[in-house]
């Protein structure tokens, strides 16, 4: 049988501090990744970035990147 996933920390930050990561959906067949831009930085207006386990990624609720 296929053990059962657990859960990672959850959230983190990018390396150069602009965003916030969080896994969220996390079973064992899928994931999605958000990457959400902090408060002052060049990125705060652009909107989240996110990816699945089906490598779909998209930017905000409608750009694709």
Do not use: C, H
């Amino acid at each position: 049988g296929v053990a059962a996933a657990t859960s990672p920390s959850g959230s983190g930050k990018s390396k150069d501090d602009r965003y916030t990561i969080s896994i969220t959906n996390f079973t064992a067949t899928t994931f999605t990744l958000t990457a959400t831009p902090k408060a002052g930085t060049p990125q705060a207006g652009d909107g989240n970035l996110t990816l699945n386990e089906q490598g779909v990624r998209a930017w905000g609720t409608s750009k694709v990147w």
